[in-house]
């Protein structure tokens, strides 16, 4: 690992920013006279005790520095530091998309055989190993490539980068949407099955995953009001089975 600077990621302003514009609204409604003014006194309540309760959070000391020794952490829910010697993987994460929009990327703790886990409150993407989601990426203002590379850095082989290793095995397709397309969840749930089998660099994995397309192919992918355009997608699902088909590259493992 190379030495230098350590590196410290600092806390987004997004949500303290929320936080203030659910104070200040909820202010506004209550200062305003009007007609209703139950239900707008308990929205405007509401709206008040949300924003305190995130502003409270967003206010919560907060630091993860990334350095030579391994990592120190302050959060709500987790205040430590971890030398590497304790950390057998970091998994940079990609949760599964939802209606086809990303979720903000995560960052995972697996530690060494033999060595609890406390709490668990993630696994391994690929292998189910018991991890510790130590950050989601939303929360800070650093870009996931920034804080790839500052893993990549000191962490060293301990670093997976699941989302480049996912799109080097099998690139994510560029899917149109439309009415009356494929449900998208089932279309992206299917194209990730499909990826981390590539990376899995097991036979049977891959054969599992490739008979699942090949069948929810058959048997007609379900229908949405918005959705993938059908070709496109049939011609992105048919050359992921292709590749689980043949992938000799895989045949080793890719991950930690």
Do not use: K
Request: hydrophobic share 45%; with cysteine; net charge neutral.
């Amino acid at each position: 690992m190379n030495g230098g600077p350590s590196v410290e990621l600092r806390r987004s302003r997004g949500s303290r920013l929320l936080a203030l514009v659910c104070v200040l609204g909820g202010v506004v409604l209550l200062a305003v006279p009007s007609d209703g003014a139950l239900l707008r006194t308990i929205i405007a309540l509401g709206a008040v005790a949300l924003g305190v309760a995130a502003l409270v959070s967003a206010l919560r000391p907060f630091r993860f520095r990334i350095g030579e020794d391994g990592l120190t952490i302050r959060r709500p829910g987790l205040r430590r530091s971890i030398a590497w010697a304790e950390v057998d993987a970091l998994v940079l994460d990609e949760p599964p998309r939802r209606d086809g929009r990303p979720d903000p990327p995560r960052l995972l703790l697996v530690p060494p055989p033999g060595v609890p886990v406390e709490p668990v409150t993630a696994r391994h993407p690929i292998d189910g190993r018991p991890a510790i989601e130590l950050l989601v990426l939303d929360q800070i203002r650093e870009q996931p490539e920034q804080v790839a590379a500052a893993l990549a850095r000191y962490a060293g082989g301990r670093f997976v980068d699941l989302p480049a290793q996912r799109r080097a095995a099998f690139a994510d397709p560029d899917l149109p949407v439309g009415l009356r397309g494929y449900q998208m969840n089932r279309v992206d749930e299917l194209i990730r099955r499909g990826q981390d089998a590539l990376l899995s660099g097991d036979a049977q994995a891959r054969q599992a995953a490739r008979d699942e397309i090949e069948h929810a192919c058959a048997a007609g992918l379900p229908i949405a009001q918005r959705g993938y355009g059908g070709l496109q997608a049939d011609t992105a699902l048919d050359a992921l089975a292709a590749a689980l088909a043949d992938h000799p590259t895989t045949d080793r493992r890719t991950t930690q």
